[in-house]
């Protein structure tokens, strides 16, 4: 397939092409087009057409049946999907073909149905006098979209992550330009392809290439003509975004980075905390923001808990590269600081053997640490790759103490089988998303995002349609 831009309804490959790498070999992968402001400028003004004509007169009811017709466009195309996905990602086919593809399609279904039957939202209530005034009066407010929304996205979840924006964004009646991460554009290409197949009319959604800063990206957040700004990536990013951002005072919804916990209490089923562990911490070789890198275990059991932690991940096979050269390198730089600061390397550690293509990719081995102290800089610091320090703890108020202990706040999960700690502990947990005795396990109409560095708002069900809109109050004096 070819990478394409989607302006105005149409597909173009102006703009330098840049090189994609497949991370599974090293290989080269073809290549992706470098989109100059130019082209970023004609998205963001076919964007504002679209508002102004046939899609900005779209109902709720019209919209619910294209996103609709997209998740089946996505559907029919399935293997393509999984495919690219996989190329671009080197992931395990079976991740993308169970988690990544199927939700790829279920964003757009969960927006479909939460629009679908109901009237543009519209709250009434009724003032029987204010202070200081006369009379009552009728207030109601109505939602309006935002406008032409920014929509960039990361390398790790490429079509997920974009749909997940994309889909809620759409819904509320905005025209999107989006752009994908340069290591992962093909699905986000195969996407634009669907949504023209579907007969979005032209300018609502609209597609980018390119890099980050300096380049696509920042032409885009940094764009005038862009009314608000949904981006997932890294925190340094999100910082740079903001600072782009600041000019136009565009409005963000940002879903950032994470250093995130898991609190084993000594009550826990011990094989369903492992078993989570092994999931929660290697799952896509660590390259998902909700990985657990941090894993703090109540001390009377902490000495089996690591044991099965560490020979579970010294028998995992099948596992997936880093996404680049670039990264592979910045996960092996922080195996080696973690050996300087004193840690103990219970598994992996270091780059597997395979004996065959693969060694010319950039795959890490899946790793467990001890005995580093709370302020080394593995303890802290996102590493993104597949590793998790393993520390004791004493006291359910040192295990919150110690989850609280760090600059994010994206996701925690919490062992146990005593149902009152449960609901103590989580509340207390500075994080927006916190799992008791599971991982990952997802409902699209809930809140998800971070606190701290890890995010600004929420998404999924309400919550995005309430970042992607506007309410206007209407004050009628009776
Ligand atoms: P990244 O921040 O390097 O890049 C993300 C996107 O931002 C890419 O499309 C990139 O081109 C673009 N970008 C980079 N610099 C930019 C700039 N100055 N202006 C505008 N756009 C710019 O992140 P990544 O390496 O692709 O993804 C990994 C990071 O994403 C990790 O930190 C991870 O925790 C985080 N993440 C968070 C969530 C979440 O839901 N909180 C989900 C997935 C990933």
């Given at each position: 397939m070819r990478v394409r831009h989607y302006v105005g309804g149409e597909f173009r490959t102006d703009g330098a092409p840049f090189p994609l790498v497949d991370p599974v070999t090293g290989g080269e992968a073809g290549t992706a087009p470098e989109a100059p402001q130019a082209v970023v400028d004609e998205a963001v003004r076919s964007a504002r057409a679209a508002l102004s004509g046939e899609w900005g007169a779209t109902s709720p009811e019209e919209r619910s049946a294209a996103l609709r017709r997209i998740a089946d466009g996505i559907d029919a195309r399935f293997e393509e999907f999984v495919d690219a996905e996989v190329r671009d990602t080197g992931k395990p086919r079976e991740l993308a073909a169970t988690v990544d593809i199927p939700r790829a399609a279920g964003n757009f279904r969960a927006y479909a149905d939460l629009l679908y039957?109901?009237?543009?939202r519209a709250y009434t209530t009724t003032v029987p006098g204010w202070s200081g005034g006369t009379g009552q009066a009728l207030n109601y407010s109505v939602r309006r979209p935002l406008g032409v929304v920014a929509v960039i996205s990361p390398w790790n979840l490429p079509l997920l992550l974009l749909t997940w924006k994309v889909a809620p964004a759409l819904a509320a009646g905005n025209a999107v330009v989006a752009k994908p991460s340069e290591e992962t554009p093909s699905t986000a290409t195969l996407l634009a392809e669907v949504i023209h197949d579907a007969g979005l009319p032209a300018g609502a959604f609209n597609l980018v290439h390119g890099h980050g800063a300096d380049a696509a990206g920042a032409f885009l957040t940094g764009?005038?003509?862009?009314d608000a700004i949904a981006f997932t990536g890294e925190s340094a990013t999100g910082a740079a975004i903001m600072r782009n951002a600041a000019d136009h005072v565009t409005p963000v919804s940002f879903e950032l980075g994470g250093k995130n916990p898991a609190l084993v209490f000594a009550d826990a089923d011990l094989d369903a905390a492992v078993d989570g562990t092994v999931r929660s911490s290697f799952t896509h070789s660590g390259q998902?923001?909700?990985?657990?890198?941090r894993v703090y275990v109540e001390r009377p059991v902490f000495d089996a808990f690591v044991e099965r932690l560490g020979e579970r991940a010294r028998k995992l096979d099948g596992y997936g590269p880093m996404i680049s050269a670039e990264h592979r390198d910045k996960v092996l730089s922080y195996y080696r600081l973690a050996v300087e600061e004193g840690?103990?390397?219970?598994?992996?550690?270091g780059v597997p053997v395979?004996?065959?293509?693969?060694?010319?990719?950039f795959h890490v081995e899946p790793t467990v640490l001890t005995g580093l102290p709370e302020q080394a800089r593995t303890v802290r610091?996102?590493?993104?790759?597949p590793v998790c320090h393993v520390a004791p703890f004493d006291t359910e108020e040192e295990a919150v103490r110690l989850a609280n202990d760090s600059e994010y706040g994206l996701a925690a999960t919490v062992w146990t089988r005593d149902l009152s700690r449960a609901h103590r502990v989580a509340p207390r947990i500075e994080s927006g998303i916190v799992w008791v005795n599971c991982w990952n396990l997802r409902d699209l109409r809930t809140p998800f995002g971070g606190v701290k560095a890890s995010g600004i708002g929420r998404e999924g069900g309400e919550y995005s349609l309430d970042f992607f809109s506007e309410p206007v109050n209407v004050c009628i004096q009776i």
């Open positions: 039957g109901r009237p543009e764009h005038p003509g862009v998902i923001c909700l990985c657990t890198e840690a103990t390397v219970v598994a992996g550690g395979f004996g065959d293509g693969r060694d010319q990719g610091e996102e590493i993104f790759g």
